[in-house]
């Protein structure tokens, strides 16, 4: 477990195995980064895994919002430098996966492979954004437990997982899930930008998300120039905890078509 500052915050994370080239996993909203540990111990062998917990989440400092996903890319530039780490694959879950592709934006030269599990390349529909500011607002009356209750039960069909996510999401700071929910309502459309993200890339889709829609996930697979798909039957939008090993055989291949 390690923390260190950057862009003015304290930023949590871990930093496991050695072996090149490296892999980032970010998690999604509401969560930390103690959801990849299992996938990144039993799957991901040795491979130099680093897992950043989001400003806001985890044991990162949340300062007050919004967090756009561009400010949650710088945060993680400036981690992989302080690092030196000059190249990376960054995969995003979900929320994590907004901030995959604002990485992808912002910093393609640090780009070494793209992956997107359960997530989009979309800017919010105004009734998603809508439903953001109430939650937000509800946040503010009842406290983490208002996100909790409202997006762990539709996360999976797995009651152990969903009771992971629900501890996780009500033990976060309720200034960090404003400032995450406000960033995500105003960020852009991306899908204009899949075109032009040239590294390999794996989009990850659970075929039982209720969150996600698995024709966009197969969509933004085709646009992307060495887009690859992977669907995973009666999974739902936690692939990492729902089926950890279907998931990492994903990751290796993507690791293995980096090194080519
Ligand atoms: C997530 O799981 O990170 C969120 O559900 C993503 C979103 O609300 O768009």
Request: charged share 25%; net charge negative; glycine share 10%.
């Amino acid at each position: 477990m390690m923390k260190i500052i950057i862009n003015d915050i304290h930023l949590g994370f871990d930093l496991l195995g050695e072996v090149e080239p490296p892999i980032v996993l970010i998690h999604g909203f509401g969560l930390d980064r103690s959801i990849w540990r299992p996938l990144a111990s039993s799957q991901l062998d040795n491979q130099m895994v680093i897992l950043p917990d989001l400003r806001g989440h985890g044991e990162s400092d949340a300062p007050k919002g919004p967090y756009r996903m561009s400010l949650l890319a710088d945060d993680l530039a400036f981690l992989l430098e302080a690092l030196g780490i000059k190249k990376a694959i960054v995969c995003g879950h979900s929320m994590g996966g907004y901030v995959a592709l604002a990485f992808a934006d912002q910093y393609p030269k640090m780009l070494a492979g793209l992956g997107l599990i359960t997530t989009n390349a979309n800017a919010d529909l105004d009734d998603k954004r809508a439903g953001r500011y109430e939650l937000m607002e509800e946040t503010r009356e009842k406290g983490a437990m208002a996100v909790a209750d409202n997006l762990a039960p539709r996360l999976s069909y797995d009651q152990a997982v969903v009771n992971q996510a629900h501890q996780l999401i009500s033990s976060t700071n309720p200034e960090g899930l404003d400032g995450a929910l406000a960033g995500m309502a105003v960020r852009p459309d991306r899908t204009a930008l899949l075109l032009e993200i040239r590294v390999p890339s794996l989009v990850v889709a659970g075929e039982a998300d209720r969150i996600t829609e698995l024709n966009e996930a197969k969509a933004m697979a085709e646009a992307l120039p060495e887009g690859q798909f992977l669907g995973i039957r009666g999974v739902g939008h936690m692939p990492m905890a729902e089926a950890p090993e279907t998931l990492g055989e994903g990751l290796r291949t993507l690791i293995t078509r980096v090194m080519r």
